[in-house]
């Protein structure tokens, strides 16, 4: 089956200070891969070299052409619009036909439960409800890849579950791939197939969930070891 | 003492007597600086959208010009402009000089700067933001420089009054290319400053008094707008940031 990503020894550099360090990594179709690791250990950049954000300073990133890819942040910035015109400005920077965009923005605020807030300002959303609403941008643009940046960091407990909810439901429906980076190892067990460790740039563990959280890693794969157990107590 | 409050009672008396002299100079003044900041902004709004998001070689020369030209003293532009206009200069075929149109033109010239480099700062800080979130869903520059401006705009209507303030409180360029011709060329700043040094202080001190009013219908201005922008965008959202900070 061919890669719908693939980076190969990619490095990226910023001034003196690299952010990653010869990564190599395969993605495939209904993949949903978990970036873990320390604050600074390249997962952010990884994703956003996955998604063409930064230039890599060496190696190659190939993205399959039948890869749609969208991203969600960490924190999506509430453009100076209403909840609907935030999706539906979504949907026309990627070609769609404003009126389209508009049937199709509020099918997706419906999705996410926000199809009452369609006139509200996007800016009074409280945080679960705007990351809900970047859910429902990235949804209605119907990738078949869909990358996350700490999706759920921000978030208090009951609006984690809401948006975990979403993508479980999302993934359940569409098979879609994920590529997500996370904190919160309770949800990267819920959530992912794979997890990928990064320490200082560096891929130093890349394992099904269940070899990642149940096989013991003392041995192959030490830091990750050292990590789970700093994480896990 | 005395001379004071005769002059200042003679002030309003001008003022409240609607003199004709006093309302034409202010009318002009409003017009030729509404003018100017229109034709000032149109480019310099675009242009600093523009710069805020572009990236090329020498841009950081062009921003240190661009940032020096926003202490520009308004004689200098006057002179440039004048001889620019000045019968043997490339545009004295247009047979400007001592008109309102030259008054304009060097206004917009003295305003293009304020415009492009607020705007420019502006959309900066939005692109560092959140650009990155507008290049995700396939915003190339140019159209992300026109969402940031749009998504920014309350801060770039403070920056049209910052550069309307600045154009109807402005007395050398339009002295110099205006003339201070009574009738015709004559506004609030060239005609306090002829006033005083003939000594009519009433009518100077009367056209003070709109100069200031306008200034400080401009503030209000600015105020009432960080107000309704704030109840816009809800007591959660973003803090006021930007020019409006």
């Given at each position: 089956?061919?890669?719908?990503?693939?980076?190969?020894?990619?490095?990226?550099?910023?001034?003196?200070?690299?952010?990653?360090?010869?990564?190599?990594?395969?993605?495939?179709?209904?993949?949903?891969?978990?970036?873990?690791?320390?604050?600074?250990?390249?997962?952010?950049?990884?994703?956003?070299?996955?998604?063409?954000?930064?230039?890599?300073?060496?190696?190659?990133?190939?993205?399959?052409?039948?890869?749609?890819?969208?991203?969600?942040?960490?924190?999506?910035?509430?453009?100076?619009?209403?909840?609907?015109?935030?999706?539906?400005?979504?949907?026309?920077?990627?070609?769609?036909?404003?009126?389209?965009?508009?049937?199709?923005?509020?099918?997706?605020?419906?999705?996410?439960?926000?199809?009452?807030?369609?006139?509200?300002?996007?800016r009074t959303l409280s945080g679960?409800q705007q990351?809900?609403?970047?859910?429902?941008?990235?949804?209605?643009?119907?990738?078949?890849?869909?990358?996350?940046?700490?999706?759920?960091?921000?978030?208090?407990?009951?609006?984690?579950?809401?948006?975990?909810?979403?993508?479980?439901?999302?993934?359940?429906?569409?098979?879609?791939?994920?590529?997500?980076?996370?904190?919160?190892?309770?949800?990267?067990?819920?959530?992912?197939?794979?997890?990928?460790?990064?320490?200082?740039?560096?891929?130093?563990?890349?394992?099904?969930?269940?070899?990642?959280?149940?096989?013991?890693?003392?041995?192959?794969?030490?830091?990750?070891?050292?990590?789970?157990?700093?994480?896990?107590? | 003492?005395?001379?004071?409050?005769?002059?200042?009672?003679?002030?309003?008396?001008?003022?409240?007597?609607?003199?004709?002299?006093?309302?034409?100079?202010?009318?002009?003044?409003?017009?030729?600086?509404?003018?100017?900041?229109?034709?000032?902004?149109?480019?310099?709004?675009?242009?600093?959208?523009?710069?805020?998001?572009?990236?090329?070689?020498?841009?950081?020369?062009?921003?240190?010009?661009?940032?020096?030209?926003?202490?520009?003293?308004?004689?200098?532009?006057?002179?440039?402009?004048?001889?620019?206009?000045?019968?043997?200069?490339?545009?004295?075929?247009?047979?400007?000089?001592?008109?309102?149109?030259?008054?304009?033109?060097?206004?917009?010239?003295?305003?293009?700067?304020?415009?492009?480099?607020?705007?420019?700062?502006?959309?900066?800080?939005?692109?560092?933001?959140?650009?990155?979130?507008?290049?995700?869903?396939?915003?190339?520059?140019?159209?992300?420089?026109?969402?940031?401006?749009?998504?920014?705009?309350?801060?770039?209507?403070?920056?049209?009054?910052?550069?309307?303030?600045?154009?109807?409180?402005?007395?050398?360029?339009?002295?110099?290319?205006?003339?201070?011709?009574?009738?015709?060329?004559?506004?609030?700043?060239?005609?306090?400053?002829?006033?005083?040094?003939?000594?009519?202080?009433?009518?100077?001190?009367?056209?003070?008094?709109?100069?200031?009013?306008?200034?400080?219908?401009?503030?209000?201005?600015?105020?009432?707008?960080?107000?309704?922008?704030?109840?816009?965008d809800g007591a959660g959202a973003d803090?006021?940031?930007?020019?409006?900070?």
């Amino acid at each position: 089956m061919s890669a719908a990503l693939t980076l190969r020894d990619v490095s990226v550099q910023f001034d003196t200070h690299m952010a990653l360090h010869g990564v190599n990594l395969q993605l495939h179709a209904g993949e949903r891969v978990a970036l873990v690791g320390a604050n600074g250990s390249g997962k952010s950049t990884l994703l956003r070299v996955a998604h063409g954000l930064l230039p890599v300073s060496g190696g190659h990133v190939s993205v399959a052409a039948e890869v749609h890819q969208a991203m969600v942040f960490q924190r999506p910035h509430m453009l100076r619009t209403s909840v609907l015109r935030f999706v539906v400005w979504g949907l026309w920077l990627q070609g769609t036909p404003w009126r389209e965009a508009h049937t199709k923005a509020m099918h997706a605020l419906e999705r996410v439960g926000l199809q009452d807030m369609a006139e509200r300002s996007a800016r009074t959303l409280s945080g679960g409800q705007q990351q809900r609403l970047a859910l429902a941008r990235a949804w209605a643009l119907q990738p078949n890849f869909v990358l996350l940046d700490e999706p759920t960091s921000s978030l208090d407990p009951h609006a984690k579950r809401e948006v975990e909810r979403l993508l479980t439901d999302w993934v359940a429906s569409t098979q879609v791939s994920l590529l997500f980076s996370s904190h919160n190892l309770g949800q990267v067990k819920r959530l992912a197939t794979r997890v990928i460790y990064l320490e200082a740039g560096r891929v130093l563990a890349d394992l099904p969930v269940d070899a990642f959280f149940n096989q013991p890693l003392g041995d192959s794969h030490p830091e990750a070891h050292l990590f789970l157990k700093g994480e896990l107590g | 003492m005395t001379t004071f409050t005769d002059t200042a009672t003679t002030a309003l008396q001008l003022l409240t007597e609607l003199d004709p002299q006093l309302w034409s100079i202010v009318a002009r003044s409003l017009w030729v600086s509404v003018l100017a900041t229109g034709l000032a902004c149109s480019l310099g709004l675009v242009l600093g959208a523009w710069l805020g998001v572009v990236r090329f070689a020498g841009r950081d020369v062009l921003l240190t010009v661009l940032n020096t030209l926003l202490a520009l003293p308004s004689v200098v532009v006057g002179l440039l402009v004048y001889l620019l206009l000045s019968r043997t200069g490339p545009l004295g075929y247009l047979g400007w000089l001592f008109s309102l149109k030259a008054m304009v033109l060097a206004q917009a010239v003295l305003v293009l700067p304020v415009v492009t480099a607020l705007t420019r700062q502006c959309v900066e800080d939005a692109e560092h933001s959140h650009g990155e979130q507008l290049r995700s869903l396939g915003a190339r520059p140019w159209l992300r420089s026109v969402l940031l401006a749009w998504d920014e705009r309350y801060a770039l209507l403070t920056v049209l009054i910052a550069a309307f303030g600045r154009a109807i409180s402005e007395v050398g360029a339009v002295m110099v290319v205006g003339g201070n011709i009574e009738g015709f060329t004559r506004v609030m700043t060239t005609a306090i400053a002829l006033e005083t040094s003939k000594g009519d202080l009433p009518l100077a001190l009367a056209l003070g008094l709109v100069l200031m009013s306008v200034v400080l219908l401009l503030n209000a201005c600015i105020s009432g707008l960080r107000r309704w922008r704030q109840r816009m965008d809800g007591a959660g959202a973003d803090s006021v940031r930007g020019v409006l900070a």
